[in-house]
């Protein structure tokens, strides 16, 4: 396993042959298409997550596929990737950090973020490099090169082939490549709060390959008290291709750096929500990311290998309450993968069959440091190394018959996860994690524009790191600040079914899936009875999430298109438990307290039941257009109250509406967000006030009215 990246390059330098190369071919899926089940051109032969076996089926299996364009991208300048997804049916987002730059998302009752601790039920990919972190399998959204995608690929629902973490579904991003004459653009913006931004490209293609250069830093002085963010990233595509071979190399340098303010006191929050609570909580992270891709096309059959490594360092500071510590933790992660695929295409009969199969590995080495500091002392409370590895073969099949696809696939990963502790040696263990996650399926057109699908699929993640060495009922640990050897968990299974389909004629399209999750072994964070405050990683038993996602595009004319969305989800636990919650230690008489034993048929936590979005793009004369998003998030029960005794999060409905003009080579936009300035909390739980020295909710307050004014310039080809 340690030397397949190397057996990866060599094959990836071997698929290249002694045969000139020309340039990289023109995308032809760069469009918007939103909740539906698409098909993207075989040309495109790298990056993509959707045609993984057949073009005709996303994902080898029918699956439910939603594709953001890099246009759509642009228009709005999200912040980050969460905050283009949040346009899509049934995601939600919420932020436990105190800052825009950290928020984490849900989807089917399935989370992915930043924050340590945080159960990862979904991966992300940048042009098919996974991007969760080896150590807790957090996504730090914040190192994404948004600014140079041209599309965000989402499949929904367990995506049983594409690794561990991908219960909820997968994420990818497909990036920039030169195309064309030489050409380029200069983007500058400013707005409220101190946001500023610039940001350019460089790009192009000719018989040499092709190539795009970008770079970008923003910063922002941030609305709530001492908070304020400064990211940058540098990014390269290089290419060297022609459509039956090729050679990508791709880098990226990015770096964050955010002071935030966490979560505030039930009372602060409705009178003074700009406060910081606990100033001085710092979040900086670098990552550098190195890729080298190659195809070869032979006939029917298609050669593929990757090999990349990535490095993350992070140094969190977190500011406690008096007389607790501060604690300051210092993590690197770094990673060496590599893949290899074959995908061939042949008849049975007189059946078209088409066949994929491949292997993937990773090694990875985790450095964790972690340190309690107070005004008279630091002291070093862990020192934990984990070089571990992982290593999966996968295999798909899609048979067609007329109008019927029948898909199967299966995908084995084992993993190694070593826990090396250097202050105590005598600690030292490993876990190891086994499973095959098969998936299989039935597609149907039915003609007329009308098809119709349905899939079953398991897929699993292995306990990380961080759960793996805080999961002792007899020392219990405050999250994320002490790790031990602690007895094993196990891994967490999700079953999936699935049935959907699309109907798309004229001006109009409709979509829908209807889903069932069962979820077995499910990771909690459990209440412990050694020491208040504090708890310990545990499988609690299953738990189940349903839902319906439907969607509806309707184009008026070349200078209108309206889209609206819904999503019902109802994610619950299916057996009792004791779950850790600070609410067990307030007053008796108030009205949060409660021991958050859970009961079959409670809800999880911030997983909104009600979701809906609605949004127009409108084309105005002499350049000019406007643009209006809606989105409706429903009630959410708050962390800690998994036994659903208390109030829930109240629901809200936020707008934002965008105007841009353009002429020639020029481009000028203002985008106004939350524009009633409407105040919600974007996340709840329970904590302590140490001024007040009781139990209460603790509220984050979400993003209030913030305007932003950008002006782009192109250069080059066409202007």
């Known amino acids: 396993m340690i030397r397949l990246p190397l057996v990866s390059f060599l094959i990836a330098a071997s698929l290249l042959g002694a045969a000139p190369l020309v340039a990289q071919q023109p995308d032809t899926a760069r469009r918007v298409t939103r909740d539906s089940v698409v098909e993207l051109s075989p040309v495109e032969v790298t990056g993509t997550i959707a045609p993984t076996a057949s073009p005709k089926i996303g994902s080898g299996v029918p699956a439910r596929i939603s594709v953001i364009s890099g246009d759509e991208i642009d228009a709005w300048e999200p912040r980050l990737l969460t905050d283009a997804l949040q346009t899509q049916a049934g995601f939600s987002l919420y932020d436990d950090f105190g800052s825009p730059y950290k928020t984490s998302l849900v989807t089917r009752g399935f ?14 990919f940048l042009d098919g490099v996974r991007q969760n972190e080896p150590d807790a ?8 090169p948004l600014e140079h995608v041209k599309r965000v690929e989402f499949l929904h629902g367990t995506a049983s082939l594409l690794g561990p973490n991908s219960l909820g579904g997968a994420i990818n991003l497909v990036t920039e490549r030169g195309q064309g004459p030489l050409s380029g653009d200069l983007e500058v913006s400013g707005g409220t709060y101190g946001q500023a931004s610039v940001e350019g490209s460089v790009g192009g293609s000719g018989t040499a390959g092709d190539y795009y250069l970008a770079g970008g830093f923003e910063r922002e002085d941030g609305w709530r008290d001492a908070t304020n963010a400064r990211n940058g990233d540098v990014f390269f595509n290089l290419g060297h291709t022609r459509p039956d071979r090729g050679l990508t190399l791709q880098g990226l340098y990015s770096q964050s750096h955010v002071m935030a303010a966490g979560s505030l006191p039930e009372e602060l ?3 003074a929500p700009r406060t910081n609570f606990t100033p001085g909580d710092l979040d900086d992270i670098r990552q550098i990311q190195g890729t080298v891709s190659a195809y070869r096309i032979l006939g029917s059959t298609r050669l593929s290998a990757t090999v990349y490594h990535r490095r993350t360092d992070s140094d969190r500071f977190n500011v406690n309450q008096a007389p607790d510590p501060d604690v300051r933790s210092a993590t690197a992660n770094r990673t060496v993968g590599g893949n290899f695929d074959v995908r061939h295409g042949m008849t049975v009969g007189q059946l078209p069959l088409a066949l994929r199969a491949g292997v993937d590995g990773t090694v990875n080495r985790v450095g964790v440091n972690i340190f309690n500091q107070s005004p008279a002392d630091t002291v070093e409370t862990t020192s934990v190394k984990s070089p571990g590895w992982d290593v999966s073969g996968y295999g798909i099949a899609d048979l067609t018959a007329g109008r019927v696809t029948f898909s199967a696939g299966l995908r084995y990963d084992y993993i190694r996860v070593p826990f090396q502790d ?3 040696p005598s600690a030292d263990t490993t876990s190891h994690f086994n499973r095959a996650s098969p998936r299989g399926g039935v597609s149907v057109d039915l003609g007329g524009g009308a098809s119709l699908y349905g899939s079953v699929g398991q897929s699993f993640r292995a306990p990380a790191l961080l759960e793996l060495t805080c999961a002792d009922a007899t020392a219990p640990c405050p999250l994320p600040f002490a790790l031990g050897d602690d007895p094993p968990l196990k891994p967490v299974i999700a079953t999936s079914y699935e049935v959907g389909g699309k109907w798309a004629a004229g001006r109009a399209s409709v979509d829908f899936s209807a889903y069932r999750t069962d979820v077995r072994d499910d990771i909690f964070f459990v209440a412990s009875d050694a020491a208040l405050f504090e708890g310990f990683f545990s499988n609690i038993g299953p738990t189940r999430r349903d839902g319906v996602e439907v969607g509806a595009n309707y184009t008026l004319s070349s200078r209108v298109s309206l889209y609206a969305n819904y999503a019902w989800t109802h994610a619950t636990f299916r057996a009792a438990s004791d779950l850790f919650s600070p609410r067990s230690a307030a007053d008796p008489s108030s009205p949060i307290f409660g021991p958050n034993d859970v009961q079959p048929g409670d809800e999880l936590p911030l997983v909104p039941r009600h979701q809906a979005r609605a949004g127009a793009r409108i084309g105005l004369p002499a350049g000019f257009e406007t643009g209006v998003d809606a989105r409706y998030v429903g009630t959410r029960w708050l962390r800690g109250d998994e036994a659903n005794e208390t109030t829930k999060l109240p629901d809200y409905l936020v707008a934002d509406v965008r105007v841009a003009w353009r002429g020639g080579p020029w481009g000028v936009s203002a985008i106004a967000s939350n524009v009633w300035d409407h105040r919600y909390p974007t996340f709840g739980t329970f904590n302590t006030n140490r001024q007040t020295d009781t139990v209460e909710r603790f509220l984050t307050p979400g993003l209030p009215f913030q305007l932003r004014l ?9 202007q």
């Open 111 to 124: 989370s992915a973020g930043p924050i340590l601790g945080l159960p990862q039920g979904v991966s992300v």
């Open 710 to 718: 950008r002006i782009e310039r192109n250069f080059g080809a066409g």
């Open 269 to 271: 929050f409705a009178t």
């Open 422 to 424: 250097l202050l105590d």
């Open 137 to 144: 399998a957090e996504v730090n959204f914040d190192l994404l």
